[in-house]
Protein backbone atom coordinates (compact mmCIF):
# COMPACT_ATOMS: atom_id res chain seq x y z
CA UNK A 1 0.00 0.00 0.00
CA UNK A 2 1.41 3.36 -1.14
CA UNK A 3 0.19 6.77 -1.37
CA UNK A 4 2.78 8.29 -3.86
CA UNK A 5 0.37 7.86 -6.59
CA UNK A 6 1.71 4.73 -7.73
CA UNK A 7 -1.64 1.92 -8.70
CA UNK A 8 -2.35 -0.14 -6.41
CA UNK A 9 -3.68 -3.41 -8.07
CA UNK A 10 -5.16 -7.07 -6.69
CA UNK A 11 -6.12 -9.81 -8.14
CA UNK A 12 -7.63 -12.44 -5.50
CA UNK A 13 -10.59 -14.75 -5.54
CA UNK A 14 -13.26 -15.26 -2.63
CA UNK A 15 -15.81 -18.08 -1.69
CA UNK A 16 -19.52 -17.08 -2.25
CA UNK A 17 -19.24 -16.19 1.09
CA UNK A 18 -20.70 -12.91 2.55
CA UNK A 19 -18.57 -12.08 4.88
CA UNK A 20 -15.81 -12.16 2.67
CA UNK A 21 -17.04 -9.79 0.66
CA UNK A 22 -17.22 -7.47 3.58
CA UNK A 23 -13.60 -8.93 4.30
CA UNK A 24 -12.53 -7.30 0.44
CA UNK A 25 -14.85 -4.02 1.29
CA UNK A 26 -12.85 -3.48 4.29
CA UNK A 27 -9.46 -3.84 2.45
CA UNK A 28 -10.83 -1.33 -0.28
CA UNK A 29 -12.10 1.06 1.68
CA UNK A 30 -8.46 1.07 3.39
CA UNK A 31 -6.35 1.49 -0.09
CA UNK A 32 -9.12 4.59 -1.53
CA UNK A 33 -8.46 6.48 1.71
CA UNK A 34 -4.34 5.84 1.52
CA UNK A 35 -4.53 7.19 -2.21
CA UNK A 36 -6.66 10.35 -0.70
CA UNK A 37 -10.25 9.45 -3.01
CA UNK A 38 -12.76 11.49 -1.09
CA UNK A 39 -15.36 10.39 0.50
CA UNK A 40 -17.96 10.85 -1.93
CA UNK A 41 -16.11 8.74 -4.52
CA UNK A 42 -15.24 6.14 -1.69
CA UNK A 43 -19.17 5.67 -1.17
CA UNK A 44 -19.75 5.53 -4.67
CA UNK A 45 -17.42 2.41 -5.14
CA UNK A 46 -18.61 0.77 -1.60
CA UNK A 47 -21.92 1.08 -3.11
CA UNK A 48 -20.83 -0.39 -6.59
CA UNK A 49 -18.27 -2.94 -5.48
CA UNK A 50 -21.13 -4.39 -2.63
CA UNK A 51 -23.77 -4.35 -4.88
CA UNK A 52 -21.62 -6.34 -7.50
CA UNK A 53 -20.42 -8.88 -5.17
CA UNK A 54 -23.54 -9.55 -4.00
CA UNK A 55 -24.97 -9.62 -6.93
CA UNK A 56 -22.02 -12.19 -7.86
CA UNK A 57 -22.79 -14.20 -4.75
CA UNK A 58 -26.59 -14.20 -4.24
CA UNK A 59 -27.61 -14.10 -8.28
CA UNK A 60 -24.71 -15.71 -10.12
CA UNK A 61 -23.67 -18.41 -7.70
CA UNK A 62 -26.61 -19.08 -6.02
CA UNK A 63 -24.82 -18.82 -2.48
CA UNK A 64 -23.34 -22.09 -3.33
CA UNK A 65 -20.05 -22.53 -1.69
CA UNK A 66 -18.55 -24.40 -4.02
CA UNK A 67 -18.56 -21.73 -6.24
CA UNK A 68 -15.75 -18.64 -6.20
CA UNK A 69 -15.75 -15.26 -7.11
CA UNK A 70 -12.75 -13.74 -9.29
CA UNK A 71 -12.09 -9.71 -8.48
CA UNK A 72 -9.41 -7.68 -9.98
CA UNK A 73 -9.05 -4.07 -8.84
CA UNK A 74 -6.63 -1.15 -9.41
CA UNK A 75 -6.82 1.89 -8.15
CA UNK A 76 -5.27 4.90 -10.01
CA UNK A 77 -4.60 8.01 -8.85
CA UNK A 78 -7.06 9.74 -11.31
CA UNK A 79 -9.20 5.96 -11.39
CA UNK A 80 -10.67 3.30 -9.81
CA UNK A 81 -10.91 0.17 -12.00
CA UNK A 82 -12.79 -3.32 -11.44
CA UNK A 83 -14.19 -6.53 -12.65
CA UNK A 84 -15.96 -9.21 -10.89
CA UNK A 85 -16.53 -12.67 -12.25
CA UNK A 86 -18.70 -15.32 -11.05
CA UNK A 87 -19.36 -18.66 -11.89
CA UNK A 88 -22.89 -18.62 -12.59
CA UNK A 89 -25.04 -19.30 -15.66
CA UNK A 90 -24.75 -15.24 -16.58
CA UNK A 91 -27.47 -12.98 -17.62
CA UNK A 92 -28.56 -9.94 -19.68
CA UNK A 93 -28.52 -7.09 -17.96
CA UNK A 94 -31.53 -5.53 -20.43
CA UNK A 95 -33.65 -8.53 -18.64
CA UNK A 96 -33.77 -6.39 -15.42
CA UNK A 97 -37.34 -4.82 -14.98
CA UNK A 98 -36.82 -0.95 -14.30
CA UNK A 99 -36.53 -0.80 -10.01
CA UNK A 100 -38.30 2.92 -10.39
CA UNK A 101 -41.23 1.89 -12.24
CA UNK A 102 -44.53 2.25 -10.06
CA UNK A 103 -45.65 -1.11 -10.56
CA UNK A 104 -42.28 -2.39 -9.27
CA UNK A 105 -41.60 0.55 -6.46
CA UNK A 106 -42.75 -1.82 -3.86
CA UNK A 107 -40.28 -4.40 -5.01
CA UNK A 108 -37.99 -5.80 -2.03
CA UNK A 109 -34.80 -6.60 -4.64
CA UNK A 110 -33.30 -5.57 -7.93
CA UNK A 111 -32.18 -2.26 -7.38
CA UNK A 112 -28.32 -3.07 -7.48
CA UNK A 113 -27.85 -2.48 -11.03
CA UNK A 114 -29.40 0.81 -11.04
CA UNK A 115 -27.57 2.01 -8.33
CA UNK A 116 -23.96 0.56 -9.85
CA UNK A 117 -24.95 2.15 -13.25
CA UNK A 118 -25.57 5.51 -10.88
CA UNK A 119 -22.51 5.66 -9.22
CA UNK A 120 -19.90 4.36 -11.44
CA UNK A 121 -18.69 6.22 -14.40
CA UNK A 122 -18.90 3.45 -16.46
CA UNK A 123 -20.02 -0.09 -16.43
CA UNK A 124 -19.65 -3.36 -19.20
CA UNK A 125 -20.75 -6.47 -18.85
CA UNK A 126 -19.18 -9.89 -20.47
CA UNK A 127 -20.94 -11.20 -23.37
CA UNK A 128 -22.61 -13.98 -20.66
CA UNK A 129 -22.94 -11.66 -18.33
CA UNK A 130 -21.46 -13.63 -15.22
CA UNK A 131 -18.61 -10.22 -15.69
CA UNK A 132 -18.92 -6.95 -14.59
CA UNK A 133 -16.35 -4.24 -15.00
CA UNK A 134 -17.04 -1.20 -13.63
CA UNK A 135 -14.85 2.22 -13.37
CA UNK A 136 -15.05 5.41 -11.42
CA UNK A 137 -13.44 8.32 -12.47
CA UNK A 138 -11.98 10.03 -9.45
CA UNK A 139 -13.63 13.04 -7.92
CA UNK A 140 -16.57 12.75 -9.13
CA UNK A 141 -15.76 13.82 -12.67
CA UNK A 142 -18.03 10.88 -14.92
CA UNK B 1 -27.35 -27.41 20.99
CA UNK B 2 -25.65 -24.64 22.17
CA UNK B 3 -26.45 -20.70 20.40
CA UNK B 4 -24.22 -17.86 20.73
CA UNK B 5 -25.76 -14.59 22.40
CA UNK B 6 -27.44 -12.86 19.61
CA UNK B 7 -25.60 -9.59 18.88
CA UNK B 8 -27.69 -6.42 19.50
CA UNK B 9 -28.48 -4.30 16.27
CA UNK B 10 -31.06 -1.79 17.48
CA UNK B 11 -31.48 0.68 19.85
CA UNK B 12 -35.30 0.81 20.68
CA UNK B 13 -36.47 3.36 22.97
CA UNK B 14 -40.35 4.19 23.79
CA UNK B 15 -41.29 7.82 23.41
CA UNK B 16 -44.59 7.60 24.70
CA UNK B 17 -46.50 5.08 21.85
CA UNK B 18 -44.07 5.68 19.26
CA UNK B 19 -40.84 2.91 18.80
CA UNK B 20 -37.99 4.91 18.01
CA UNK B 21 -35.53 3.01 16.82
CA UNK B 22 -31.17 3.65 16.26
CA UNK B 23 -28.87 1.00 14.98
CA UNK B 24 -26.20 0.19 17.20
CA UNK B 25 -23.21 -0.51 14.11
CA UNK B 26 -21.91 2.65 11.76
CA UNK B 27 -21.05 0.82 9.04
CA UNK B 28 -23.75 -1.39 8.41
CA UNK B 29 -26.61 -2.14 6.46
CA UNK B 30 -24.29 -4.79 4.20
CA UNK B 31 -26.18 -7.45 3.01
CA UNK B 32 -25.51 -9.94 5.99
CA UNK B 33 -26.47 -7.49 8.92
CA UNK B 34 -29.48 -6.61 7.18
CA UNK B 35 -30.54 -9.70 7.54
CA UNK B 36 -30.62 -9.57 11.17
CA UNK B 37 -31.54 -5.96 11.80
CA UNK B 38 -34.35 -6.97 9.13
CA UNK B 39 -35.64 -9.80 11.44
CA UNK B 40 -35.01 -7.24 14.74
CA UNK B 41 -37.02 -4.66 12.90
CA UNK B 42 -39.87 -6.90 11.79
CA UNK B 43 -40.58 -8.19 15.19
CA UNK B 44 -41.45 -4.59 16.63
CA UNK B 45 -44.43 -5.24 14.84
CA UNK B 46 -45.20 -9.06 14.18
CA UNK B 47 -44.36 -9.90 17.95
CA UNK B 48 -44.18 -6.79 19.55
CA UNK B 49 -46.99 -4.82 18.02
CA UNK B 50 -45.68 -2.04 17.85
CA UNK B 51 -47.49 0.41 15.29
CA UNK B 52 -45.53 3.88 14.81
CA UNK B 53 -41.98 3.60 14.33
CA UNK B 54 -39.09 5.97 14.02
CA UNK B 55 -36.23 4.79 12.25
CA UNK B 56 -33.14 7.27 12.98
CA UNK B 57 -30.48 6.58 10.99
CA UNK B 58 -27.90 9.17 12.35
CA UNK B 59 -25.49 6.25 13.56
CA UNK B 60 -25.66 4.93 9.90
CA UNK B 61 -22.92 5.80 7.29
CA UNK B 62 -23.37 3.29 4.67
CA UNK B 63 -26.53 1.10 3.42
CA UNK B 64 -27.07 -1.17 0.42
CA UNK B 65 -29.95 -2.04 -1.49
CA UNK B 66 -30.96 -5.12 0.44
CA UNK B 67 -31.83 -2.45 3.54
CA UNK B 68 -34.11 -0.94 1.30
CA UNK B 69 -35.53 -4.22 1.17
CA UNK B 70 -35.89 -4.62 4.24
CA UNK B 71 -37.37 -1.08 4.64
CA UNK B 72 -40.10 -2.05 2.11
CA UNK B 73 -40.86 -4.99 3.68
CA UNK B 74 -41.07 -3.18 6.96
CA UNK B 75 -43.62 -0.18 5.66
CA UNK B 76 -45.45 -2.79 4.20
CA UNK B 77 -46.10 -4.47 7.56
CA UNK B 78 -46.55 -1.28 9.61
CA UNK B 79 -49.64 -0.10 6.90
CA UNK B 80 -51.21 -3.78 7.38
CA UNK B 81 -51.59 -2.67 10.91
CA UNK B 82 -52.24 0.85 10.15
CA UNK B 83 -49.65 2.08 11.84
CA UNK B 84 -46.92 4.37 10.35
CA UNK B 85 -43.35 4.50 9.59
CA UNK B 86 -40.93 7.74 9.82
CA UNK B 87 -37.39 7.86 8.77
CA UNK B 88 -35.00 10.61 9.81
CA UNK B 89 -31.52 11.58 10.34
CA UNK B 90 -30.52 10.22 6.68
CA UNK B 91 -27.12 11.62 5.80
CA UNK B 92 -26.78 13.40 2.32
CA UNK B 93 -24.87 10.42 0.88
CA UNK B 94 -27.94 7.96 1.84
CA UNK B 95 -30.32 10.27 1.00
CA UNK B 96 -29.30 10.36 -2.57
CA UNK B 97 -29.72 6.60 -2.35
CA UNK B 98 -33.76 6.74 -1.88
CA UNK B 99 -33.61 9.82 -4.49
CA UNK B 100 -31.86 7.59 -7.21
CA UNK B 101 -34.56 4.74 -5.98
CA UNK B 102 -37.39 7.12 -6.23
CA UNK B 103 -37.92 5.47 -2.45
CA UNK B 104 -37.93 8.85 -0.95
CA UNK B 105 -41.71 9.09 -2.63
CA UNK B 106 -42.73 6.29 -0.95
CA UNK B 107 -41.24 6.83 2.95
CA UNK B 108 -42.10 9.34 5.12
CA UNK B 109 -38.39 10.97 5.58
CA UNK B 110 -37.53 14.02 8.18
CA UNK B 111 -34.67 15.63 8.80
CA UNK B 112 -34.11 15.06 12.36
CA UNK B 113 -36.14 12.96 15.16
CA UNK B 114 -37.52 15.98 16.59
CA UNK B 115 -39.79 16.50 13.05
CA UNK B 116 -40.41 13.28 12.79
CA UNK B 117 -41.91 13.13 16.65
CA UNK B 118 -43.93 15.36 15.54
CA UNK B 119 -45.09 14.21 12.14
CA UNK B 120 -46.83 10.95 14.18
Not at chain 1, 16 to 38: M, T, V, Y
Not at chain 2, 13 to 29: S, T
Not at chain 2, 84 to 107: M, N, Q, R, Y
Amino acid sequence: MNSNGQVIARQLVIASDLSAARHLQGELERSLHSLHFAEADIFAIKMAVEEALVNAIKHGNQMNPAKSVSIAYQIRPERFDVRITDEGPGFDPCDVPDPTAPENLERPCGRGLLLIRHYMSEVTFSDRGNTIAMSKVRNGNK
Amino acid sequence: MTQQPRRRRLEVEDRGDIAVVNFIDKKILDEQNIQLIGDDLFRLVDELGRRKILLNFSNVDFLSSAALGKLITLNRKVQAVRGSLILCGISKDIKEVFEITKLDKLFKIHADEQAALQAF
